[in-house]
C-alpha cells in the first residue's frame, strides 16, 4: 500500500519561503510521476507541479518561476521549494502519485500566506 506523507507547511508572510517534503512508502517511487496539488477553500483541487521518474518537471503557470519541484529517489522523496509567496497561494497541499494505475494522496499540509 502507497503511502505519502506531507510535511514543512505553515505560516509565512507575503514575499517568504517554505519547503516542502513528500515522504513516499511502498511504491515503485522512482519510476512515478510525482506530483504536488494544492486546494484552497471554496476552489477546485488544482494541480501546482509535476516531476516525471526521468526528472522532467511541469508548473502552473500561476507558480512558474517561484516554486520548484524536486526528487531524491534514493530516500523516495519529493519536495517543493516555494519562493516569493503571496496570499493567493494559500491551500492546503497535497502530495499525489500514480502507481499501478491507482492514484495516491497524502493527508495535506497547510500552506498560510499572510499579507
Known amino acids: 500500500q502507497v503511502q505519502l506523507v506531507e510535511s514543512g507547511g505553515g505560516l509565512v508572510q507575503t514575499g517568504g519561503s517554505l519547503r516542502l517534503s513528500c515522504a513516499a512508502t511502498?511504491?515503485?517511487?522512482?519510476?512515478?510521476?510525482m506530483g504536488w496539488y494544492r486546494q484552497a477553500p471554496g476552489k477546485q483541487r488544482e494541480s501546482v507541479a509535476l516531476?516525471?521518474?526521468?526528472?522532467?518537471?511541469n508548473y502552473a503557470d500561476s507558480v512558474k518561476g517561484r516554486f520548484t519541484i524536486s526528487r531524491d529517489n534514493g530516500k523516495k522523496m519529493v519536495y517543493l521549494q516555494m519562493n516569493s509567496l503571496n496570499p493567493e497561494d494559500t491551500a492546503v497541499y497535497y502530495c499525489?502519485?500514480?502507481?499501478?494505475?491507482?492514484?495516491?494522496w497524502g493527508q495535506g499540509t497547510q500552506v498560510t500566506v499572510s499579507s
Open positions: 499525489n502519485t500514480i502507481d499501478l494505475g491507482r492514484t495516491f
Open positions: 511502498g511504491s515503485r517511487f522512482s519510476d512515478n510521476t
Open positions: 516531476i516525471t521518474s526521468g526528472g522532467t518537471t
